[in-house]
């Protein structure tokens, strides 16, 4: 069967990727951030995955308000890079591992979830990012991926328990594919952050760092939270952090946090990472 080598949790903030587009890594403002992703870019090339499955948000580019899915899936052969205004980034275009899409698809319904199911579809920074962060800048990526798509933008979008519901659906998916693939499993969205309203520009440094602390050790205190309570403690944008749980749903009930890195605000955000393994793993 497949393997599932890890869990990452990490931000998807939109102008982590105009920093790299225009080369400020190395600048004060920018240079904590990026330094903080070294020891996950190198973790991602020892461990060297074969699919990354990536739970993300549109941002209103492949889907809008007039017409947004609680879930969608991925399951093309390939995925190309969506303009979100500013023109097409000069990234590459995404491999899909579609074979393992499908068979996830099944599952799915087989589990009573019922995903939109898309051929073909182009793919935002909620995904670019993510990818750029722990592989870098590739010609060519080194991984297929399986990109999952979750609302967090239109109310109702789904609750808690039903990503890490999600998330253990994942682990049987992979647990009964047939193929020897290792499979690195990607949340995203966070941390604390709000665009818009009375509380626009809010972020809350103290629930961020709880967060990262406690997702592995102590994912039961959120996975039991209402979807008021992520948007009260984390804010309206920052309930994308919803999505983590189907990563975590997906791993072993104890697991051991190899790193984490936390830096604010990246833009009007609170961002950073987790990387967890099952503590079974070798």
Not at 2 to 16: K, M, N
Not at 145 to 168: A, C, D, H, K, S
Not at 259 to 280: C, D, I, K, Q, R
Request: hydrophobic content about 45%.
């Amino acid at each position: 069967m497949a393997e599932l080598i890890g869990g990452c949790g990490t931000s998807h903030v939109p102008s982590i990727g105009i920093a790299l587009d225009r080369g400020l890594q190395d600048t004060p403002d920018w240079k904590p951030f990026f330094d903080g992703y070294i020891p996950a870019k190198e973790w991602i090339a020892e461990q060297k995955p074969d699919i990354a499955v990536v739970i993300f948000n549109d941002h209103g580019n492949a889907f809008f308000l007039d017409r947004v899915p609680t879930l969608a899936l991925g399951v093309a052969e390939e995925y190309q890079i969506i303009d979100e205004g500013w023109g097409k980034r000069d990234i590459p275009a995404f491999k899909g591992a579609a074979d393992f899409s499908w068979h996830l698809a099944d599952a799915m319904v087989e589990g009573h979830f019922d995903p939109l199911i898309c051929r073909e579809i182009e793919l935002d920074h909620g995904i670019q990012v993510p990818m750029e962060l722990f592989f870098g800048r590739p010609a060519e990526w080194p991984v297929k991926i399986v990109p999952i798509f979750v609302n967090t933008v239109q109310y109702p979008i789904p609750t808690p328990q039903r990503m890490w519901e999600l998330g253990q659906l994942l682990r049987k998916a992979i647990e009964s594919w047939p193929g020897n693939e290792r499979i690195v499993v990607f949340g995203t969205g966070g941390l604390t952050h709000q665009l818009q309203g009375a509380r626009a520009g809010f972020m809350n440094r103290d629930a961020d760092k709880a967060w990262l602390a406690e997702i592995g050790p102590n994912p039961e205190k959120y996975r039991g939270w209402t979807r008021e309570q992520f948007v009260e403690t984390f804010g309206s944008e920052g309930a994308e952090l919803i999505m983590w749980l189907v990563m975590r749903g997906c791993m072993d009930a104890e697991v051991r946090t190899v790193m984490s890195h936390y830096y604010a605000p990246a833009s009007m955000t609170g961002a950073g990472m987790v990387v967890l393994e099952n503590e079974g793993a070798a």
